[in-house]
């Protein structure tokens, strides 16, 4: 049997739950029986590419995923030349915005889930905590063999404790959303006063030179063998697993986002969804741009300040713009198509990205950030326009023959096992 209604809409769960089946959950979030909401897998295709915008200067810069320890890779910084404030900008307009934005549909998507369990009334979090654990060990693969800074494994943690608590009363789960924005203020605020107390964390960024980077490590990633990178990362896993751990309370927080979210329809292509769109639009960006703005002004000691605190509200921002431009198109064409086949297998598009930058950078493929280092940010521009472009045009041509995409394929056919 399944839990009363909910008494209203977007107000989480019922209040009364049987014998842990998923009680009925009341908004107009769902997609009802046409299935897909369009404008979901638009955003999670621009999200997909978003995060690209970030980590392709770490697989670019000297000691690749260890540099971003020493701060000199992630962070936006505006040279004097053309070619500094061009990397400027595209930094600016990526660093932690895509993410935080890729967290949010995460949670959008533990809503659907959610939602699917509890009109077939099924036990929650049930079949889920499998697709959590498939999720934690792909992305333990991931890391191992392709990229320190995977975010699929922290993914899996956050969704296991908030699918748990979506089974909380309405009351339960706002107080939680509160601690976790709570404790993520406090560990944020006392990270800053650790840096501003050190002294900030150094001027280089982007392709920079090696500045604060061990050159055995830097030669590791330029000339060093594939079996050492992945001795390397698992030498250093707790190093290089911390940013899941000092941002877990915002994962929480953007988790339970996604959610409210999807619940109050703010993904349906209907005048309601549309008026909290430009909400999203107009808050998000009118008060994250001038606190991202302010924050990145302020110097290395506010980086914190920056990526997980103003850029988190840009990407609420972001959501609501793209879902406007969206409503704004009456016939899609081939970028919304791209967008929306990279979406769909948005899983196996963020692994083969990495895969890509691997084979491209580090030594053991062309090694070009450290062949091309002096050549300014052009070719690392190019390299994220080359790798989109591959997987736009390769999720297109993967759609037309099967349904999802090559890790979701591996993905359903374990759970159905």
């Known amino acids: 049997m399944v839990g009363k209604r909910a008494p209203g809409e977007g107000s989480g769960v019922a209040e009364t739950r049987v014998r842990g089946t998923v009680p009925e959950v009341a908004g107009p979030g769902g997609a009802g029986r046409a299935g897909r909401l369009p404008l979901l897998d638009v955003l999670r295709g621009v999200a997909i590419l978003g995060t690209l915008m970030t980590n392709v200067w770490i697989f670019a810069a000297p000691g690749a995923e260890w540099g971003v320890l020493n701060g000199n890779v992630t962070a936006a910084s505006f040279g004097a030349s053309w070619a500094g404030t061009v990397e400027g900008v595209f930094r600016f307009v990526a660093d932690g915005k895509f993410l935080s934005m890729l967290t949010i549909l995460f949670g959008v998507g533990l809503a659907i889930q959610f939602g699917s ?29 392709v990229f320190a800074w995977d975010v699929l494994m922290g993914y899996a943690v956050v969704a296991l404790l908030v699918a748990w608590q979506l089974t909380r009363t309405a009351r339960t789960q706002r107080v939680l959303v509160w601690v976790a924005g709570g404790v993520h203020g406090v560990v944020l605020g006392l990270l800053t006063l650790a840096a501003v107390a050190g002294g900030g964390s150094g001027e280089d960024t982007g392709s920079a030179p090696s500045a604060g980077v061990n050159p055995r490590v830097v030669d590791l990633y330029a000339d060093g063998n594939y079996l050492d990178q992945i001795a390397f990362r698992l030498q250093n896993a707790i190093a290089l697993r911390m940013e899941p751990v000092i941002s877990f ?110 084979l491209v ?21 190019g390299l994220w326009a080359a790798v989109c472009a591959v997987l736009v045009s390769g999720a297109r041509l993967w759609l037309r023959r099967f349904e999802h995409g090559p890790l979701e394929s591996v993905q359903k056919r374990l759970l159905r096992s």
């Open 117 to 145: 369990a509890a009109k077939r009334g099924r036990p929650w979090p049930g079949r889920y905590k499998w697709r959590a654990l498939f999720l934690f060990v792909e992305g333990t693969v991931h890391f191992v063999l």
């Open 361 to 381: 950078c580090y030594g053991l493929g062309l090694g070009l950030a450290a062949r091309w280092a002096d050549h300014g940010p052009w070719w690392v521009l």
């Open 249 to 358: 309370a915002l994962l929480v927080l953007l988790f339970h986002l996604g959610v409210r979210l999807y619940r109050a329809g703010a993904f349906r292509p209907d005048a309601p969804g549309r008026r909290i769109r430009r909400r999203l639009c107009g808050w998000g960006l009118g008060i994250g741009v001038p606190l991202n703005v302010a924050a990145v002004a302020a110097g290395p000691d506010l980086a914190l300040v920056a990526r997980y605190g103003a850029a988190p509200v840009v990407a609420v921002g972001y959501l609501g713009l793209i879902g406007l431009l969206v409503d704004r198109v009456r016939r899609p064409g081939p970028l919304t198509a791209g967008l929306t086949a990279v979406g769909r297998t948005a899983l196996s598009c963020y692994v083969l990205q990495n895969v890509l930058c691997v």
